[in-house]
């Protein structure tokens, strides 16, 4: 198997901007800084509900935000510019913690097996809340360079993942992560609701310890391997490709491509039908005209957000 090193190529070198978002920061977000800028950061806000994005911007991001004010504010929102980043993440998320628990475990298992990944190319994080992040570093994928398409990329070879695992409760698997400017709790850092932190796992402690001692173990800040204290940065020079998950990927960026998966936005014809409903799968439809339990409610109202704004919604507009 080829090594490859962090930084895949020179032109991955000017991604190192993410946005960082903080409970107590004025604005809450909207704050894009390079990523070792972070840990001050997380220090003035006391590791107190901190968020980056997953994806990482070059200087094209600045000058986005420039031109697109919301509310008198510069934003990231709606950012269609090129994106990469080190990892590629799947959200693990149940009011019931054991099957979020038994799904991690299920796909973890998968990646040692059948992708043939090392410890060092495999994160996983117990979220502080009801689930577990796990983090494929993106090396193992071969050459992955930056992008206009890498979120759709991923948001497809999450459901090639489930299918290939032969996950049964696909649930609790988040597939609503398809922007490139989504946030995630920076790792030792506290989860206002829980009180508990997000901390690192090691492969053994997912797989073999129990729900306790996972909790135990969220209770305070804990050391951490393989990354940076932000968790965004690996600190292993090198990370072998794998033959199996470069196959998933280069499959799907060409399926992506072929196909110039775009969102899909009304024109100015049905803007002012105002009927949300006509604009949603059956999927969000159901999301829509049902009652949502406590704990996915959060979830749930980033999918319909979502594919309202991507279908031309606007509040300030009137439609």
Same mark, same amino acid.
């Given at each position: 198997?080829?090594?490859?090193?962090?930084?895949?190529?020179?032109?991955?070198?000017?991604?190192?901007?993410?946005?960082?978002?903080?409970?107590?920061?004025?604005?809450?977000?909207?704050?894009?800084?390079?990523?070792?800028?972070?840990?001050?950061?997380?220090?003035?806000?006391?590791?107190?509900?901190?968020?980056?994005t997953?994806?990482?911007?070059?200087?094209?991001?600045?000058?986005?935000?420039?031109?697109?004010?919301?509310?008198?504010?510069?934003?990231?929102?709606?950012?269609?510019?090129?994106?990469?980043?080190p990892?590629?993440?799947?959200?693990?998320?149940?009011?019931?913690?054991?099957?979020?628990?038994?799904?991690?475990r299920e796909?973890?298992?998968?990646?040692?097996?059948?992708?043939?990944?090392?410890?060092?190319?495999?994160?996983?994080?117990?979220?502080?809340?009801?689930?577990?992040?796990?983090?494929?570093?993106?090396?193992?994928?071969?050459?992955?360079?930056?992008?206009?398409?890498?979120?759709?990329?991923?948001?497809?070879?999450?459901?090639?993942?489930?299918? @290939?695992? %032969?996950?049964?409760?696909?649930?609790?698997?988040d597939?609503?992560?398809?922007? #490139?400017? $989504?946030?995630? &709790? !920076?790792?030792?850092?506290?989860?206002?609701?829980?009180?508990?932190?997000?901390?690192?796992?090691?492969?053994?402690?997912?797989?073999?310890?129990?729900?306790?001692?996972?909790?135990?173990?969220?209770?305070?800040?804990?050391?951490?391997?393989?990354?940076?204290?932000?968790?965004?940065?690996?600190?292993?020079?090198?990370?072998?490709?794998?033959? @199996?998950? %470069?196959?998933?990927?280069?499959?799907?960026?060409?399926?992506?491509?072929?196909? #110039?998966? $775009?969102?899909? &936005? !009304?024109?100015?014809?049905?803007?002012?039908?105002?009927?949300?409903?006509?604009?949603?799968?059956?999927?969000?439809?159901?999301?829509?005209?049902?009652?949502?339990?406590?704990?996915?409610?959060?979830?749930?109202?980033?999918?319909?957000?979502?594919?309202?704004?991507l279908?031309?919604?606007n509040?300030?507009?009137?439609?």
């Amino acid at each position: 198997m080829k090594e490859q090193n962090f930084r895949q190529s020179p032109a991955m070198e000017d991604y190192t901007l993410v946005d960082f978002a903080a409970r107590h920061q004025k604005g809450f977000r909207n704050n894009v800084i390079s990523i070792e800028e972070v840990p001050p950061l997380v220090k003035k806000y006391k590791r107190f509900e901190c968020y980056t994005t997953m994806f990482c911007y070059d200087k094209e991001v600045l000058e986005y935000m420039k031109r697109n004010i919301r509310n008198g504010k510069a934003s990231v929102a709606g950012y269609s510019g090129k994106v990469w980043t080190p990892f590629f993440v799947m959200d693990i998320d149940s009011e019931k913690l054991q099957e979020a628990l038994a799904v991690s475990r299920e796909l973890v298992s998968y990646f040692l097996k059948y992708w043939d990944l090392s410890q060092e190319s495999l994160l996983v994080y117990f979220s502080g809340s009801a689930g577990f992040h796990i983090l494929v570093d993106t090396r193992v994928f071969g050459k992955v360079e930056p992008s206009d398409n890498l979120h759709l990329v991923f948001s497809q070879m999450r459901k090639a993942v489930t299918r @290939q695992a %032969k996950i049964k409760k696909t649930k609790v698997i988040d597939y609503a992560i398809k922007d #490139k400017v $989504r946030l995630f &709790r !920076i790792v030792n850092t506290v989860n206002e609701k829980s009180n508990l932190y997000k901390v690192q796992l090691s492969l053994e402690e997912l797989l073999e310890h129990n729900l306790e001692d996972i909790i135990n173990r969220a209770k305070k800040a804990q050391l951490l391997f393989f990354t940076d204290s932000t968790g965004l940065v690996s600190t292993e020079n090198v990370v072998k490709e794998s033959e @199996q998950p %470069k196959e998933v990927f280069q499959r799907t960026l060409r399926i992506v491509e072929n196909s #110039k998966m $775009r969102p899909v &936005r !009304i024109d100015d014809s049905l803007k002012d039908r105002k009927d949300p409903l006509a604009m949603l799968c059956e999927a969000r439809k159901r999301i829509w005209q049902n009652h949502i339990k406590k704990g996915s409610r959060n979830n749930s109202a980033v999918r319909l957000l979502t594919q309202f704004r991507l279908s031309g919604f606007n509040r300030q507009k009137g439609y």
